[in-house]
């Protein structure tokens, strides 16, 4: 067994793994977060003389919450905000790397890796836009996080649909290869 043999190997099942975990730990950590903002409403309501909770303080948490448990469903929705079709979480086969013959597989492995990774970076999008959200108030550099949210996660759509993303480049440069 060679080495691209292997990459494809490795690419192909940890894909599939990953992106499940992906979907199970967006659906926990949604709603852990939609049982956070309940159980804030349920002390401001128990205790009395606590700080008062508003409806900014709640609403924000409880879309994150749902985005996070639809997150396959929100890439989707980001991927067709700014490019075209919808977002495949299985292997890649991207059809410009048959152009490099017996290297193919190991490129539509490596992009599948990446494609993969895209997914992560949404993940860690989500979590720094409900950080910048619910600390923002207390958080001078709320802005600066809103900022690195976005950028993780349209960045991270564009590795999750990385062959449309090339193809793009490819045309917009005018490259030949």
Do not use: C
């Not at 499940?20 to 401001?44: C, D």
């Not at 949210?149 to 564009?158: D, E």
């Amino acid at each position: 067994m060679d080495l691209a043999q292997m990459i494809t190997q490795f690419a192909n099942t940890f894909a599939v793994a990953l992106w499940r975990f992906l979907w199970v730990l967006g659906i926990l950590v949604g709603t852990f977060y939609a049982g956070s903002a309940l159980m804030r409403l349920m002390r401001a309501s128990r205790l009395p003389g606590s700080s008062p909770v508003t409806v900014g303080d709640v609403v924000p948490l409880l879309i994150i919450a749902g985005l996070m448990a639809n997150l396959s469903s929100f890439i989707n929705a980001a991927w067709t905000s700014f490019g075209s079709g919808t977002v495949s979480y299985g292997p890649i086969a991207y059809s410009g790397a048959a152009e490099f013959g017996r290297f193919a597989e190991a490129i539509n492995s490596v992009l599948t890796l990446a494609s993969v990774f895209g997914g992560v970076a949404f993940f860690k999008g989500m979590l720094l836009l409900k950080k910048a959200t619910v600390d923002g108030q207390s958080n001078q550099g709320a802005d600066d996080s809103v900022w690195r949210a976005l950028t993780h996660m349209i960045f991270g759509s564009f590795l999750v649909q990385i062959p449309d993303v090339i193809d793009a480049a490819r045309a917009s440069l005018g490259l030949v290869w």
